[in-house]
């Protein structure tokens, strides 16, 4: 029984140190636990997607302890309202696709758990559980017991620094020292000096050079190794088992010449091939990491908050200007941006973008509030405790409940690519070598080492990557933020666009408004005289809490007026808002939702705000929008190769107006309600259209959801909504054609990325199976052919885009 692997973790067990259980063997009491805890909560497929995934857990007695303090708490924790808590945990052992599975069923071993997300790339998973139900201490004891224990640093959680690893540029350095030594030392092999005192020497060198080779083969390659063995184990080939084939086989090769004294062997293109290789690899990093970059601290999405000045004038300023000890006013249905401690009186916060429970929290004075929490009601005030986080935002964004569920064609392209690029290149390399061993052993070799090395599907596979992450990096300069890259394949395949009307095609800056009073007024009485310094106020103030464009325009329209403090907010999406403001009850909205008698409504066909005030009514102010600059050619442009389609929840007073500048064949459609605008958009998409929806984002929220793309117009308000796949700001609306070209463009270079890298494989195989491409060669031309993928992808996405 010897030799025995643990069914759990893979260790080779000594014989008289089995542990049996279920008919299976395991290495210590651990893994056992382990494997129990699975088979009890139904979680054995575990082991299905790699075999013996786990490692065994260590004893922790005590560790967590510090856990308990709630100071600690305080600093782990991304987010605490009432029982919900979110904390994101660090996991070095994360390493294949059972870590992930297992840790996102954590709900499943632990009843207090309720969601668990896993960065892959970070090593970090995301868990959602009830403090009330299991600690954090819980938490991290459960994660150790079954083999992923946390690393948890306070250190780098007060300071805000992180762990680099710098395993690569170590590897790297050795390798360029092994090299650069070796082929000093090969000098004179090479040109086949005769001197007495090298003659002598020779076999000492030759031995020098073996000894310096070793670091190279054994450190320096090592993770080539591991990746190898890992595929092998998971019965799915990678691209890593030819090129360790290879250095392994140039290794044997190379010492066996030294061993024999047939020559100095090949440890210099060995190291040289080494070096090569991991600077391909920096490369390749370095490159992500920059888009990476890119990504997350450039690409501020164009989200505007109002500021409550020192001299109580209020100011909408980006987001990102927002520091520590700043007042913020938040208007109902607004995202609170950053974590901060409530001035007014009392508030409701509707977390479920952060936790998922649409049920609204209540806050009162002095009471902490989190950012991602969305304000329902009374316009709020707050002090900011911290600048806003990029990467919270993101993360909201990103959340998989906004997720859409596509096929992502030029991802499976490339799987299927990669997943039988290495049988085939192995095939290649055992056949040129059982061709070439009969004529020369020497060309066998090295045929066989440079198949191996040569052919290489990593530009292939991150054509896509590449392309797709610098067309996001040139939209975001261009204020046209995506959620992933997903959207701009998505983007690429729209063929009917679905406009909303006010705020989206309107702007909300500029607007002719005219103010209509009642028609029952009294003979002689001035229009304007209906509404008096009090009236004024009275709406001023209710206007200001409500975050719909109509109400933006008419706030900014209305003279500046003393606040007051509002005792009950309504708004109701698509009817309008109901308020008491000093014992008086405000209803501003649609004709219907004030309740104006039919013969009150003189013309009704025209966009306005009613007003009722104390069961009164007052009339109307009458808005004659302003259309964005640009429309009409815009939408000439957009109608030769798409469905134009235009819904809004006002009346049809304008569909005369936009008549003029909107092509023949444009739909207009009014007076729908939110949930009709997303029923529209569904029957659009069962009848095979790719809808693109362009809005506000807060009144469309769920039709930005339905469509294949939602876009948000963000102007001067903070409208933000994770429903929606792209925020747009307001003054790059006129280029909305040339974004969806851009989009389509970067499809095309794809597929032209494509055909250079199958171009580059069958050349270098070519060359390589003849016997005309040495090891050395090969090595360097391998991270060539990914530099030129990426300098292509970028040369060509930078001309697409200049083609503004």
Known sequence: MSGQSCFHCGLTIPENEIIYFDQKEFCCNGCKTVYEIFSLHDLTSYYDFEKSPGASPQDIQGKYDFLDNESILSKLLEFQEENTAIVSLNIPHIHCSSCIWILENLNKIQSGISTSQVNFPEKRVRITFNSDTISLKEVACLLSSIGYEPYISLENYETGKKNIDRTLTYRLGVAFFCFGNIMLLSFPEYFEIREFWLDNYKPFFRFLIFVLALPSFLYSARGYYISAYHSIKTRMLNIDIPIALGIIVMFVRSTFDILMDYGPGFFDSLTGLIFFMLLGKMFQTKTYSFLSFE???????????????????????????????????????????????????????????????????????????????????????????????????????????????????????????????????????????????????????????????????????????????????????????????????????????????????????????????????????????ALSDENNILIKNALRASNHPLSRMLYDFLPETKKSKIDDFQEITGKGIQCLINNQMVQLGSAKFV??????????????????????????????????????????????????????????????????????????????????????????????????????????????????????????????????????????????????????????????????????????????????????????????????????????????????
């Not at 000045?309 to 990102?320: A, G, M, R």
């Not at 003189?602 to 966009?607: D, G, L, M, P, Q």
């Open 295 to 529: 990504r997350d601290f450039k690409s501020y999405f164009p989200i505007a908050v109002t500021r409550i000045n020192t001299d109580s004038s209020e100011e909408s300023v980006p987001v990102y200007d927002i520091i520590k000890g700043n007042r913020l006013l938040i208007r109902n249905q607004e995202l609170i941006p950053v974590d901060g401690i409530l001035i007014s009186e009392k508030a409701e916060i509707d977390y479920s973008f952060v936790t998922g429970e649409a049920i609204p929290v209540t806050k009162n004075s002095g009471n902490k509030i989190f950012a991602g929490g969305k304000h329902i009601g009374k316009i709020i005030e707050m002090e900011v405790l911290h600048s806003v986080s990029q990467s919270y935002l993101t993360q909201l964004w990103s959340n998989e409940i906004f997720q859409k569920k596509v096929n992502q064609k030029h991802k499976t392209i490339t799987d299927a690519i990669s997943r039988y690029f290495t049988p085939i290149l192995l095939l290649i390399a055992f056949a040129g070598f059982g061709y070439w061993i009969f004529i020369d052993a020497n060309i066998a070799f090295n045929v066989f080492t440079a198949v191996l090395i040569v052919a290489c599907p990593c530009a292939l596979a991150l054509t896509a990557p590449f392309t797709f992450g610098n067309i996001l990096r040139i939209l975001g300069k261009q204020k046209l933020y995506l959620k992933n890259a997903l959207v701009i394949e998505q983007l690429a395949k729209v063929d009917t666009i679905v406009f909303d009307k006010t705020g989206t095609i309107t702007t909300n800056k500029k607007s002719n408004i005219l103010y209509e009073s009642s028609p029952n007024l009294s003979k002689g009485e001035k229009p304007e005289s």
């Open 595 to 804: 309740n104006v008698p039919i013969l009150e409504i003189t013309e009704r066909e025209k966009t306005a705000i009613h007003i009722k005030i104390d069961g009164t009514y007052y009339g109307k102010f009458i808005f004659e929008n302003q259309y964005r600059n640009g429309l009409e050619k815009l939408f000439f442009d957009l109608s030769k190769n798409y469905q134009i389609k235009i819904l809004s929840g006002d009346n049809d007073g304008e569909r005369a107006a936009l008549a003029t500048i909107l092509p023949t064949n444009t739909e207009l459609i009014f007076n729908q309600k939110p949930e009709q605008k997303l029923h529209y958009i569904k029957q659009l998409q069962e009848k095979g259209f790719n809808v693109m929806m362009v809005g506000d984002g807060l009144n469309d929220a769920g039709a930005l959801a339905q469509s294949n793309v939602g876009i948000s117009i963000s102007e001067n308000v903070n409208v933000f909504s994770p429903a929606c796949d792209a925020i747009l700001d307001a003054s790059e609306f006129s280029h909305l054609d040339y974004f969806l070209k851009l989009s389509q463009k970067s499809i095309n270079i794809i597929k032209m990325s494509f055909v250079l890298s199958l171009l580059y494989n069958i050349i270098g195989l070519g060359f390589a199976i003849t016997g005309n491409l040495l090891p050395l060669v090969a090595a360097i031309i391998m991270p060539l052919s990914t530099i030129t993928i990426v300098s292509f992808v970028t040369l060509m996405s930078n001309f697409y885009a200049n083609q503004k």
